[in-house]
């Protein structure tokens, strides 16, 4: 599961509403529409700009705030490929599973990475490479059944492949 | 080893010892989701080829961010939650009910001992119950409506320890500002903030709701308080069910702790635009005010109002600021009506609306404009929360809300009150 892109940088502590602003969530669960809105607070151009398999960078607590699913899936809407941060709300982190969106932790990357570097992520390997400055990262590890999740598409894919979810099978 | 009471309720729900770290799967008590989000979790209910809901007696479905409807999106969102909720029986609770943390526990679905997951990141609200509750997104929230069960990682615990007298001015809000200004707003990032104290057990459910209500404001998971007599008396004719009454052991493990003197404590505010950007009132007083918000699932209880009603009896809001006041549940409201709170509140020049979130979700009743002031007594003030991303936001307690209403600036309430 390799994901190569390049990355568009954000601080630390971008929160949901910054994400993806209430005042749109209440209107419509039409992810395209709502997607046009996406970081529109903290950078004007990326929902124009962004491309399928771009890489968002990021510091601290990325995700705070609301539970709404609505931030992961207007990202993976946009076609962006991976979130690298140095920590995720854990709301966010468990929904971009949920949705299929690959998310990362890693606390050394974001200081030492640049918007518009290319970055490849490949998240069984834990291993993140800067292509643009030749540095390599870990990740922080991922369980196994997260990972699957991912390589399923998703929890819906999931159910819908296997008939249960995958979670309530490690358990027996 | 000791546990605490998050290591208790996981462990007897899934039926194992279980430690900080470990990966469990935990059959759910009950479940929540409201307009916000449940039409997401109707959508990918229907995704999966689901036919049946796993238990309807469980799951509470709410209508209240948005309520009644501005839109005609939204009142489509509404439209679907109520065909899906009549489609499975589900019981909906509709525009002016109230807000859904506010009608988990007054509707008899928190119990202490509980395992509750809400399509909300406020659900961890229910820990002043003694309840395991946390927040979901949802498509989880869809899987547990399937199946009845989710995975968790067991947290560790960080212990928050209040004793001491609150000073005359200082409210349960006053002390969580506090503690956030502590922790730091990922401070507890996917722990348990669990709550105790002689300043907590003195405080009433409705206090603790509000400790535990900004506690995923410091990135937890859940927050949780040990269940006594007042949760007994709060639930009493709510509910046939006894919930589980657990405490920590002595020797219980926490990954830190801090200790805060209430005596030492004074009115606090969390300045734009992050939750803990906390400073004292009086080091920032004096800043104009447009609007002022007495509401939300963290005061806009009963006792809130009380608090506001200290000072605005007999007094004005100042000409050129609105103060809308939104009490948290119909049962709030009927409440307020027969004390005489909503009369003194209208008298002093208060818009009071219907039960629900208001301007807190930024999509309604109160949306600021560029440039604007709100002082709110709910929990968050990021950018852009409640409307412009050039308004800004003061997160208060009931007192400092209604005095800075009075005088139109942010004030320290305890000018206002007996010392
Ligand atoms: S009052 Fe505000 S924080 Fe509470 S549930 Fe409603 S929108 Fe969320």
Redesign the interface.
């Known amino acids: 599961m390799a994901i190569k892109g390049q990355v568009w940088k954000f601080g630390d502590?971008v929160?949901t509403?910054?994400i993806i602003?209430?005042?749109y969530?209440?209107?419509?669960?039409d992810l395209d529409e709502l997607a046009k809105h996406a970081m529109e607070?903290l950078s004007p151009d990326f929902a124009r700009l962004v491309k399928r398999g771009d890489i968002i960078v990021a510091g601290?607590?990325f995700g705070?705030?609301?539970?709404?699913?609505?931030a992961p899936?207007v990202l993976r809407q946009l076609g962006v490929g991976a979130i690298v941060a140095k920590?995720f709300?854990?709301?966010f982190y468990?929904?971009s599973f949920?949705?299929g969106l690959p998310v990362v932790e890693c606390r050394e990357l974001p200081d030492r990475t640049n918007q518009g570097d290319i970055l490849e992520v490949d998240l069984r390997k834990g291993s993140i490479l800067n292509l643009t400055t030749g540095e390599a990262f870990r990740a922080k590890p991922v369980?196994e059944?997260l990972l699957q999740m991912l390589e399923d598409g998703?929890?819906?894919e999931q159910?819908?492949k296997y008939g249960?979810?995958r979670?309530?099978m490690?358990?027996r | 080893m000791g546990k605490t009471i998050t290591e208790k309720i996981l462990g007897r729900a899934s039926g194992r010892d279980v430690s900080p770290g470990d990966l469990i799967v935990s059959p759910i008590d009950a479940c929540m989701a409201h307009d916000g989000t449940a039409p997401l979790a109707i959508r990918a209910f229907r995704e999966m080829g689901a036919k049946k809901v796993w238990d309807p007696s469980r799951i509470a479905l709410v209508i209240d961010h948005i309520a009644p409807s501005s839109s005609e999106g939204t009142s489509n969102l509404h439209v679907l939650m109520r065909q899906f909720a009549t489609d499975h029986g589900i019981k909906l609770f509709d525009v002016g009910e109230g807000i859904c943390h506010q009608i988990m526990p007054e509707k008899g679905y928190v119990l202490p001992g509980r395992v509750i997951v809400g399509a909300d990141s406020h659900t961890c609200t229910y820990g002043a119950f003694g309840a395991f509750s946390t927040g979901i997104g949802s498509t989880e929230l869809a899987a547990v409506m399937v199946s009845g069960k989710l995975w968790f990682r067991v947290p560790e615990s960080i212990r928050c320890l209040v004793n001491g007298r609150m000073p005359v001015g200082v409210l349960p809000k006053d002390v969580i500002l506090h503690i956030l200004g502590l922790i730091g707003a990922d401070g507890a990032t996917y722990k348990t903030v669990e709550f105790s104290g002689d300043a907590v057990r003195g405080m009433s459910v409705s206090g603790r709701m509000t400790l535990c209500n900004m506690v995923v404001e410091m990135g937890a998971k859940n927050g949780i308080v040990e269940p006594d007599e007042k949760v007994r008396e709060f639930l009493r004719g709510r509910t046939q069910a006894e919930g589980e009454y657990l405490k920590s052991d002595p020797d219980a493990e926490y990954s830190k702790v801090f200790e805060v003197s209430a005596e030492g404590l004074e009115p606090m505010v969390a300045c734009p635009s992050s939750v803990d950007n906390v400073r004292p009132v009086r080091e920032v007083e004096g800043i104009e005010v447009n609007q002022v918000f007495l509401g939300s699932c963290t005061n806009g209880r009963l006792e809130d109002l009380i608090e506001a009603a200290k000072i605005l009896k007999g007094r004005k809001v100042k000409e050129g600021v609105r103060m809308l006041v939104i009490p948290a549940s119909r049962e709030v409201y009927l409440e307020a009506m027969k004390m005489g709170l909503l009369q003194i509140l209208a008298e002093a020049g208060c818009s009071i609306y219907g039960p629900g979130c208001g301007p807190c979700p930024g999509g309604h009743l109160g949306v600021l404009g560029q440039g604007e002031v709100c002082v709110s007594t709910s929990n968050r003030n990021f950018v852009g929360r409640m409307g412009s991303k050039e308004s800004q936001i003061y997160l208060v307690s009931p007192l400092t809300a209604a005095a800075s209403a009075v005088t139109g600036e942010l004030t320290d309430p305890r000018k206002f009150v007996e010392v």
């Open positions: 502590s929160s509403d910054a602003s209430g005042k969530k209440f209107k419509t669960i607070t601290e607590n705070c705030g609301s539970s709404r699913e609505q899936l920590s709300a854990r709301i468990r929904n949920n949705v369980p059944f998703g929890l819906v159910y819908k249960e979810f979670w309530s490690s358990s």
